[in-house]
């Protein structure tokens, strides 16, 4: 078992098996290239692969004796072993895909001249005998620490010297998560399990050097604190702030603990047996990776979560749903309880309320929608692909809670969030943290292992550690986003799209400690708008800055030679034959559009027959800073000329 426990080991180090971000690995199957001399090697290779499905890191495997065949099988994310010899031109190519990232992780397996048979892959029970036998192989084995720059962390290399097999790391593909020791907002990542060391203070490159840098970092260790406080262990009771700070502090100082040992030393005091006990009573009951949502369901999750929804939606809509409200989306919708209910509370029939999500779930209240699992190292290639069976413009309520900050390829999402929604009448609510500093990232970072490590039974995610990735942002950097991908916010907040400002210290507690909020947008029809194209006529000349100074403003009442009057008359421009008519209802200006700019006809004209409702002014897209007027009751268009 040893090669193949080798083999499993590093699998889980490289790219683990599952993830909450991309709903499980591709690395779920095992590819085998035969080389030259496979026959040689095959007993031995089999009793390999029996011992790494018996370990159960893999459920499937496939083989190709071709490079052929194997460069046409449809290789994303896979581990390959290369077992035997293969010519050097063959394995240049299989490297490749390594680089490329379709593959994780290559492994080769190699037959060792002159070695024995007997000691490849002996099994190693639990009585004295095997014991003896396991120390015996553990003898034979050399390591080599191979260091891979890229990944940041280090492999290892393993040989057995006398068996008839050997080993070795031949190529990983790169992680720029793990090539860092900082995550998204500048704390120290997840993988590097000091995360609770440096909010309290003790993690060297770390500690703060100036008072706000303090303030921030003390900010961050009592939201922890508090969070922990508020959840019961062994007996019901609960812990003190005062006396979690203590056992955490003992961990780290005298006891040495790392983060994987703060969570089991928390786990310990909620159930009462350690982290490492419990992720094997959990590779029994195989959990569902769910990510470790800061909102805990001990505390009525699923039905204040409904209500706060609920309480987003503008109140003609909440009065009358059926008249307003054709269809839900809860874009990653989870075990999907707030779907269905909050589907009810809009009186939508099952076939009218979507639920998306990377992993599968039963669904009979509403309608599952399988997201496939996302590559962080390349974004989807259009808009459609992410919800391929939701029409454009087929939904009234975008539902997104507590999503985005999982997402790497952000505006991606957005963009296709755009597309599927109501572009009149339709709504997105977020619900996200505000998150202002690297101390509040780090916290996040904790609540969610606590989740997914400390606090269910069974544990809900043991590759927490190694897997987790996170992109959190503040309310206006997620407001500039959907912006960039199409949204503005509603006019008409709800009370809690200013929660997180409430998230303030009384009585030494905070106050919404995750700093989570609500916030309403719509579709900006404006940028639709800008999607219609100018009129296909010469463009005028362009504004001089000169010329744009010696201009009268608006206001200007100093009359004017009837001669300078006739050279500003700005020329007659014939419209093209097929001016298309909007199909949106258009504003009646645009923002940046000067009006001082123009010829004073213009200005006088312009407000005449905008008191009429005559015509709209539009910016070209083609030609950003031009401006048409475009005249809805016959299709006509001419440029707006300036002076």
Same mark, same amino acid.
């Given at each position: 078992? #040893? +090669?193949?426990? @080798?083999?499993? &080991? $590093?699998? @889980?180090?490289?790219?683990?098996?599952?993830?909450?971000?991309? /709903? *499980?690995? /591709?690395?779920?199957k095992l590819v085998v290239f035969r080389?030259?001399?496979? !026959?040689? =090697?095959?007993?031995?290779? !089999?009793?390999?692969?029996? *011992?790494?499905?018996?370990l159960k890191e893999f459920d499937d495997h496939i083989e190709f004796g071709s490079l052929e065949e194997f460069s046409a099988y449809q290789l994303q994310g896979h581990v390959v072993c290369v077992v035997g010899n293969v010519e050097k031109d063959e394995l240049a190519s299989i490297l490749s895909y390594v680089d490329g990232r379709r593959s994780s992780l290559l492994f080769g397996i190699r037959k060792v001249i002159g070695g024995s048979s007997d000691s490849s892959d002996e099994d190693d029970g639990d009585d004295a005998d095997n014991n003896n036998t396991r120390k015996r192989e553990a003898a034979k084995i050399r390591k !080599?620490?191979?260091?891979?720059?890229?990944?940041?962390?280090?492999?290892?290399t393993w040989q057995l010297r006398q068996s008839r097999i050997n080993i070795s790391v031949l190529g990983a593909a790169a992680s720029s998560s793990s090539a860092s020791t900082r995550a998204f907002n500048g704390q120290p990542g997840p993988w590097t399990k000091q995360q609770f060391r440096y909010l309290w203070g003790l993690l060297d490159g770390f500690k703060p050097t100036t008072e706000t840098e303090t303030a921030e970092l003390e900010e961050g260790k009592v939201r922890v604190l508090q969070?922990?406080?508020?959840? &019961?262990?062994? *007996?019901?009771?609960?812990?003190?702030? !005062?006396?979690?700070?203590?056992? #955490?502090?003992?961990?780290?100082?005298e006891e040495n603990r790392n983060d994987y040992g703060i969570y089991s030393l928390i786990r310990e005091h909620t159930y009462g047996k350690s982290l490492n006990d419990a992720i094997k009573e959990a590779a029994i009951k195989k959990p569902v990776p769910g990510g470790g949502n800061t909102d805990d369901p001990e505390e009525g999750r699923s039905d204040h979560l409904v209500d706060a929804t609920i309480a987003c939606i503008p109140l003609a809509m909440r009065e009358n749903p059926r008249a307003y409200v054709k269809s839900l989306l809860d874009y990653g919708c989870a075990e999907g309880a707030i779907t269905s209910n909050l589907g009810k509370c809009l009186q939508l029939p099952p076939d009218k309320i979507f639920g998306a999500d990377v992993r599968a779930i039963a669904s009979r209240d509403f309608t599952y929608v399988?997201?496939?699992?996302?590559?962080?190292?390349?974004?989807?290639?259009? $808009? *459609? $692909?992410?919800?391929?069976?939701?029409?454009? &413009?087929?939904?009234?309520? +975008? @539902?997104? %809670?507590?999503?985005?900050?999982?997402? $790497?390829?952000? &505006? %991606? =999402?957005?963009?296709?969030?755009?597309?599927?929604?109501?572009s009149t009448e339709g709504l997105l609510i977020l619900r996200e943290h505000d998150c202002r500093n690297a101390p509040t990232g780090a916290f996040l970072d904790i609540v969610h292992g606590l989740f997914s490590l400390a606090w269910k039974d069974p544990v809900e995610w043991p590759n927490f550690v190694a897997e987790y990735r996170a992109f959190y942002r503040s309310r206006e950097e997620w407001s500039a986003l959907l912006q960039e991908c199409g949204f503005r916010l509603h006019p008409h907040q709800p009370a809690s799209y200013e929660a997180a400002d409430n998230s303030v210290l009384i009585r030494g507690k905070y106050n919404n400690v995750t700093r989570a909020y609500y916030a309403v947008y719509v579709p900006d029809w404006s940028v639709e708008k800008r999607e219609k194209k100018a009129p296909a006529v010469p463009l005028p000349p362009a504004l001089s800055l000169d010329a744009a100074l010696a201009l009268p403003t608006a206001q200007s009442t100093r009359k004017r030679p009837r001669e300078d009057l006739e050279a500003t008359k700005p020329t007659t421009i014939s419209p093209p034959p097929q001016m298309p008519k909007p199909s949106v209802p258009q504003p009646t200006a645009v923002p940046g559009f000067d009006i001082k700019h123009c010829a004073p006809s213009l200005i006088i004209a312009h407000a005449a027959a905008r008191a009429k409702q005559e015509y709209e002014v539009i910016e070209s897209k083609e030609f950003p800073g031009r401006f048409f007027k475009y005249y809805a009751a016959n299709g006509h268009a001419e440029w707006i000329h300036y002076v």
């Open positions: 078992m #040893i +090669v193949a426990r @080798n083999i499993c &080991k $590093t699998r @889980n180090t490289v790219c683990p098996r599952t993830s909450y971000a991309s /709903g *499980g690995s /591709g690395a779920t080389g030259s001399d496979f !026959t040689d =090697i095959k007993s031995e290779w !089999t009793s390999v692969l029996q *011992g790494i499905f018996a !080599t620490e191979v260091t891979f720059d890229e990944l940041g962390i280090e492999l290892t969070r922990l406080a508020s959840h &019961k262990v062994l *007996g019901g009771k609960t812990l003190s702030m !005062t006396e979690w700070d203590a056992l #955490i502090r003992k961990g780290l100082t399988q997201l496939a699992a996302e590559n962080p190292d390349e974004p989807p290639s259009s $808009t *459609g $692909t992410i919800l391929p069976t939701i029409a454009d &413009k087929s939904i009234s309520i +975008v @539902n997104c %809670a507590m999503v985005f900050h999982h997402v $790497t390829h952000t &505006k %991606a =999402i957005m963009e296709e969030l755009r597309r599927v929604i109501d």
